[in-house]
């Protein structure tokens, strides 16, 4: 089983990014799939979610802000996000549940800077 996280870097407050996921040994369209984040001397939380039929949540800090969504086919997760704030500086993870198994990827950086 594989997530590979990819689209991380460096942009400016009220830049964009496009994250990606890449999903392998496993059911994709069969897991919830979600993303996480870490900041610097943080927990890891929660930042968006989408079932395997596409309905999604958001936390709310994210909400109106970042949109996630997956491509079956190709098997990859995606998360893009606007409106970027210095805050949602972090580390991104995306992360695969079913009823008996969970996976994590390796985070991918995204820093916010002017």
């Known amino acids: 089983v594989q997530l590979v996280e990819s689209g991380g870097g460096l942009v400016q407050p009220g830049g964009s990014l496009r994250l990606s996921c890449a999903a392998s040994?496993?059911?994709?369209?069969?897991?919830?799939m979600r993303w996480y984040r870490q900041a610097p001397g943080k927990e890891r939380e929660f930042v968006a979610r989408i079932t395997s039929s596409g309905d999604t949540y958001y936390v709310e800090a994210c909400a109106g802000r970042f949109t996630i969504s997956r491509d079956n086919a190709k098997n990859t997760l995606y998360l893009q996000m606007n409106s970027l704030k210095p805050e949602d500086t972090a580390v991104y993870y995306c992360h695969a549940s079913d009823f008996d198994s969970s996976y994590w990827g390796q985070g991918t950086q995204v820093t916010v800077s002017s």
């Open positions: 040994g496993f059911r994709f369209s069969a897991y919830i």
